[in-house]
């Protein structure tokens, strides 16, 4: 059985920095790409960007370049989703997606003063 | 670069047919594969169409998927309507480098 596992709500303040994971099980993780979806308060899906984990090639959404970094370790199936700097308008449902078929459970994060 | 376009919302009866569209808006519907996902509130999507008419294990009969080319749009079509299929529902294709999601059609039950 295929198994998103995503890390828990984190509650943080601007210009703190965040990982969140998304640990994987039940397929062969460099088999697919795993995307991150973004779904802010009360509105639709946006794709942010993906990672192909068999040698970490990334692409990302224009409007997430240079805000983001999408990493993976294929030793313990996990792909990260990173911010170095955060601000308010991060506040949002993140979700790991592979294979636009399988979804993690979504990691809230919330970013407030 | 292409964008998907869905209508908003879409209401029907319980028992009855629903179709809801997504519209390609440059190159063609037929050129990538297209999903559909259910979200209800406060859950996770799930995947209740895939490679444009593919259903998952689980879902029922009554989803289905198509593409036509001559609007370059795909369509979910959700037959015998029940109360739980209130949700939102969002398209989505790709291409090599890049994810595009429509922006949802909210589906009233009533």
């Known amino acids: 059985e295929v198994q998103l596992v995503q890390s828990g709500a984190e509650v943080k303040k601007p210009g703190e920095s965040l990982t969140i994971s998304c640990k994987t099980s039940g397929y062969s993780f460099i088999d697919y790409w795993i995307n991150w979806v973004r779904q802010m308060p009360g509105k639709g899906l946006e794709w942010m960007g993906k990672?192909?984990?068999?040698?970490?090639?990334?692409h990302y959404s224009p409007s997430f370049q240079g805000h983001v970094t999408i990493s993976a370790d294929r030793s313990i199936s996990t792909a990260y989703l990173q911010w170095s700097s955060l601000e308010a308008s991060d506040t949002a449902v993140y979700y790991c997606e592979v294979g636009s078929y399988f979804w993690g459970q979504g990691t809230l994060v919330t970013v407030s003063p | 670069n292409f964008l998907l376009t869905q209508p908003h919302s879409v209401s029907e009866s319980p028992g009855k047919t629903v179709t809801i569209s997504c519209t390609r808006n440059?190159?063609?519907?037929?050129?990538?594969?297209v999903q559909w996902y259910q979200q209800r509130p406060g859950s996770a999507p799930t995947t209740v169409m895939y490679?444009?008419?593919?259903?998952p294990s689980g879902v029922p009969d009554r989803f289905s998927g198509s593409i036509d080319s001559s609007s370059n749009s795909a369509s979910l079509t959700i037959s015998g309507l029940r109360t739980e299929d209130e949700a939102d529902y969002y398209c989505?294709?790709?291409?090599?480098?890049?994810?595009?999601f429509g922006g949802g059609t909210k589906l009233t039950v009533l």
């Open positions: 990672i192909d984990p068999s040698d970490s090639n990334t």
């Open positions: 989505q294709s790709y291409t090599i480098n890049k994810n595009v």
């Open positions: 440059s190159g063609s519907i037929a050129s990538n594969f």
């Open positions: 490679e444009d008419n593919q259903r």
